[in-house]
Each structure stands twice: as structure tokens, then as C-alpha cells.
């Protein structure tokens, strides 16, 4: 048909996003060696409790002194190449981006958040998703007051980063079904 454009990404069904988007460290939110680390895990399932092996996480979150401006050095470039360095392994920026693998297993190691605001932003790309979808994984069970706190504990509990052993907490991620994570809709 005459002056139809092809469909853009945003309106066709990936997987494009583990191909594109993930870059060298970008798991690696904390500085290199910092004794305060804490590795945040878990698995992306569908409806039916499968894997999505090829989604991207991305996180973002407070610097633990509360700040939000965040420090560059995430997408550093090599001068020669072009091609894409990583990280710098000594700042701390605030934001994550990993794929997921074939199992569906994600991991980031960061900082624990402030007590102000004692979570990850986390954002869901995969396939199947038209947009992609927003949660939190809170570092505490005492949600703040508002909406998410007066949910009932069940959906609540899709919100909490358990902790499993000193400096590893798990986050499970469902996009659909049974044990679904509460999703936040910014507008």
C-alpha cells in the first residue's frame, strides 16, 4: 500500500533488546571492589512461569548519601574504535542494564539504597511487551505510606528484594499471571 511507513520497534514484538541494548559492566553499578557491595538477583518469568531469556533490566536508584544527580561514565567510548568501553569501575552512577540469560537470570551489583527512598527503580523490556513496564524492588518490608503500602500482602511481597545471605538479595520478576509483580504506571 502506497505511503504505509514500516513498523517502528515500539510497535512490533522483539527480541531486539538483549542484542542492543546491554553494554560491557552494565551490572556493575558499584565501584570496583567497594566493601559495601550488594548483588541484586533473580529470574524474568512469563504468564505461564517460563523463562524470558532475552529481556533487559535496567535499575536505578539513589547514591546511599541520598543524591539523585547520578555521576556520567556508563557509556564511556573508546576514542580509537568508536566501540563502547563500559563502565570506569570507580564512580558510582546510579544505573544498571543487564539481559537476561537463556534461564531468564538477571544480577547487578550496587550499592544499598538511603533509607529516604530504600529501593531499585526497575524497568522490564521483553518480548511481547508493546511498552515496557516499571516496578520497584524495596531493600525493606516498610513500604512508605501511599498506594503500594495499602496493598494486599500477597502483591505487596512481589515488591521486596529478600534478602538471602549477607549481600545478596533476590527479586523475582513475573510479567503476567499468577504471583504477577506490581507494575507502576508513570504518566
Not at 531469556?53 to 556508563?74: K, N, R, Y
Request: glycine share 12%.
Amino acid at each position: 500500500m502506497p505511503g504505509v511507513l514500516p513498523p517502528t520497534p515500539s510497535q512490533t514484538v522483539g527480541p531486539f533488546y538483549g542484542y542492543a541494548l546491554p553494554f560491557t559492566g552494565g551490572g556493575d553499578i558499584a565501584p570496583a571492589g567497594h566493601p559495601d557491595t550488594v548483588t541484586v538477583h533473580g529470574y524474568v518469568r512469563d504468564g505461564n512461569g517460563d523463562p524470558i531469556p532475552d529481556a533487559v533490566i535496567e535499575t536505578w536508584q539513589a547514591a546511599p548519601d541520598g543524591s539523585l544527580a547520578g555521576l556520567p561514565g556508563s557509556l564511556r567510548r573508546d576514542p580509537v574504535t568508536g566501540g563502547f568501553l563500559g563502565r570506569n569501575g570507580v564512580d558510582f552512577t546510579g544505573f544498571g542494564r543487564v539481559a537476561t540469560d537463556a534461564d531468564g537470570y538477571w544480577a547487578v551489583r550496587t550499592l544499598t539504597p538511603p533509607d529516604a527512598t530504600p529501593y531499585l527503580s526497575v524497568c522490564v523490556f521483553a518480548r511481547g511487551l508493546m511498552h515496557h513496564l516499571y516496578t520497584r524492588a524495596y531493600f525493606t518490608d516498610d513500604i512508605p505510606a501511599g498506594p503500594l503500602a495499602e496493598l494486599p500482602a500477597a502483591r505487596r511481597a512481589t515488591l521486596l528484594a529478600v534478602p538471602e545471605s549477607d549481600g545478596l538479595r533476590r527479586f523475582d520478576i513475573r510479567v503476567q499471571g499468577e504471583r504477577e509483580t506490581v507494575f507502576l504506571d508513570f504518566r
